[in-house]
């Protein structure tokens, strides 16, 4: 069986980057950013370096990779059929531990000897990024 092209909803594309966008903004801006800074290694004299450089173009960079990650789920979601939150929710569990826990979240640990504290900020993020991103798309 080949993967045909689907047909994808630009404007739900759209609104669910903004979203992810804005999720990851408050889950490592507000509510995890200084756990999460801390167990990356990087001083808060770092973090305020950064920001004084100026977070614009990295900010510009991420967006596109959650514009990227928005159009993969949404072909994917075309694909396998998904039209109800619950399957969307099982999809993103699925990519979330299958690609990224079991691989580089897991390897960060083992490798770069980050604290588990990182893991799991960057764990539940991922998962929950796919679903609400997931839940946005099947939302249109």
């Not at 408050?26 to 920001?51: D, N, P, R, T």
């Amino acid at each position: 069986m080949a993967l045909e092209m689907v047909s994808v909803n630009w404007f739900a594309i759209l609104v669910a980057t903004v979203v992810s966008f804005l999720f990851g903004w408050i889950w490592y801006g507000l509510l995890f950013g200084k756990i999460w800074a801390k167990g990356s290694g990087m001083s808060e004299k770092e973090m305020k370096q950064k920001h004084k450089e100026g977070m614009g173009k990295a900010l510009v960079w991420h967006f596109i990779g959650d514009l990227v990650m928005v159009y993969v789920l949404a072909n994917l979601i075309g694909w396998i059929g998904i039209t109800v939150f619950s399957e969307v929710a099982m999809l993103g569990v699925y990519l979330g531990v299958g690609f990224l826990v079991a691989g580089p979240l897991l390897g960060d640990i083992l490798w770069k000897c980050r604290p588990w504290s990182f893991f799991w900020i960057n764990t539940f993020y991922w998962i929950l990024n796919f679903v609400i991103a997931g839940a946005v798309l099947v939302a249109f």
